[in-house]
């Protein structure tokens, strides 16, 4: 199925919405690697739209005893088994030995796959053969990443991630840029932070500044993206969360006050909510956060991406990841949308002085006919909430 998909992703433009406000026009700057089927879903009739309203919280916990040290929150890991996608021309190959961490001819930049996991413990490995491509799973302590070869997307617990280099097949066995292993697989396996208690919800956009508009009922991203912070406030308020909107209406609020208030509130977290547009084929949910030193942009707008830049945020790039990564997954699982995967980028100005981990999500494409329809629906919307909660336990 990821052949299907080679076809249909070579006509496809990308585009995050993000920084619509203070960016010239989008030079795109991803390499033109398929990506993996649209989930069609059954379209739904229009529903009305309620005003905005806050929704009931969905596990409303006892009142806490007074302390006098709030203990950090710890973002859950996975309790259950990492779905298996069922892939009808999937076949199971024998393993190989396994091959040294790093292959002479490569040189030092390519690790062996295999070899890395090996290297952090009790690993269990297999390779598919899926249709043309050949996939490498590795499981270690209920973790499973999927790498396919010659393929710059991953799937960690069955949801979509991207690597900064394309992998490389060679002599039978799988190699990884040396620096995904120590930005990406390496947080992806290892244990997940421990975070703070304040978090900062970003709905995008605001007043004049309108971002993309609904093909299904002309509604502004703006208006959609408050109302997914509304509905999520109290969601994370009764997991324990204090929480601060950068607004909480129609105002202005440019991309540098959002992270200065997130500053001023000592937030551990930041998350900004959006909803995107490209060509009307495209959709499927997306999570961002800042690309480390030496990992290309999977997206750039506006000046050449500088790898070689380090930006404020990356002080966080561990943490930025695995929390893009957990909450990316709980949408994936919950709201039966196009996996589109978690990427970085360098341009995003809400995301890149941030001193704190710090996410951008976008919530599908307000382009996409089906997906515009599906997120004019609060139920939808509502899914979008409890997704990103469930997933800050
Ligand atoms: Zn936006």
Redesign the pocket.
């Known amino acids: 199925m990821w052949l299907v998909l080679a076809a249909i992703s070579s006509g496809l433009f990308f585009s995050?919405?993000?920084s619509?406000q203070d960016s010239p026009p989008i030079s795109i700057g991803i390499p033109q690697t398929p990506i993996r089927p649209p989930v069609v879903y059954p379209v739904q009739p229009p529903v009305p739209l309620p005003p905005v309203r806050p929704s009931p919280p969905v596990v409303v916990q006892p009142p806490r005893p007074p302390q006098p040290v709030v203990p950090p929150v710890v973002v859950k890991p996975p309790v259950t088994p990492p779905p298996v996608r069922t892939v009808s021309n999937r076949v199971q190959l024998p393993n190989l030995p396994v091959p040294t961490l790093k292959h002479r001819v490569l040189g030092n930049d390519w690790v062996s796959f295999e070899a890395w996991g090996m290297s952090r413990g009790k690993a269990e490995f297999s390779r598919f053969k899926e249709g043309q491509t050949v996939v490498h799973r590795l499981s270690i302590a209920g973790q499973t990443v999927e790498l396919m070869a010659n393929d710059r997307r991953g799937e960690w617990q069955g949801a979509q991630f991207w690597l900064g280099f394309s992998t490389k097949f060679f002599q039978e066995h799988l190699y990884v840029h040396q620096i995904d292993i120590q930005k990406l697989m390496e947080p992806l396996m290892g244990r997940l932070p421990q975070l703070g208690r304040v978090v900062v919800i970003d709905p995008?956009?605001g007043k004049d500044n309108h971002?993309?508009k609904s093909v299904h009922d002309q509604k502004l991203?703006k208006e959609l993206?408050l109302d997914w912070a509304l509905r999520l406030k109290p969601l994370l308020e009764a997991r324990g969360w204090k929480v601060h909107l950068t607004r909480t209406k129609d105002s202005e609020v440019s991309l540098e006050e959002r992270v200065a208030f997130a500053d001023k509130n000592k937030a551990a977290l930041f998350i900004s909510l959006?909803?995107?547009h490209a060509s009307p084929e495209v959709q499927g949910l997306e999570t961002y956060c800042i690309a480390p030193v030496g990992v290309p942009a999977h997206l750039t707008r506006g000046p050449a991406d500088q790898p070689k830049v380090a930006l404020v945020n990356n002080q966080y790039d561990t943490r930025n990841v695995q929390l893009a990564a957990v909450i990316h997954k709980s949408m994936i699982e919950q709201c039966e949308m196009a996996d589109r995967g978690v990427r970085r980028v360098r341009f995003m100005t809400v995301l890149k002085t941030q001193k704190r981990p710090a996410i951008l999500i976008e919530g599908g494409y307000l382009s996409n006919p089906e997906e515009s329809r599906r997120i004019a629906t609060p139920e939808y919307r509502q899914k979008l909430a409890v997704a990103v909660a469930s997933a800050l336990q």
């Open positions: 995050a919405c993000s619509v995008g956009h971002g993309t991203e993206t959006h909803f995107n």
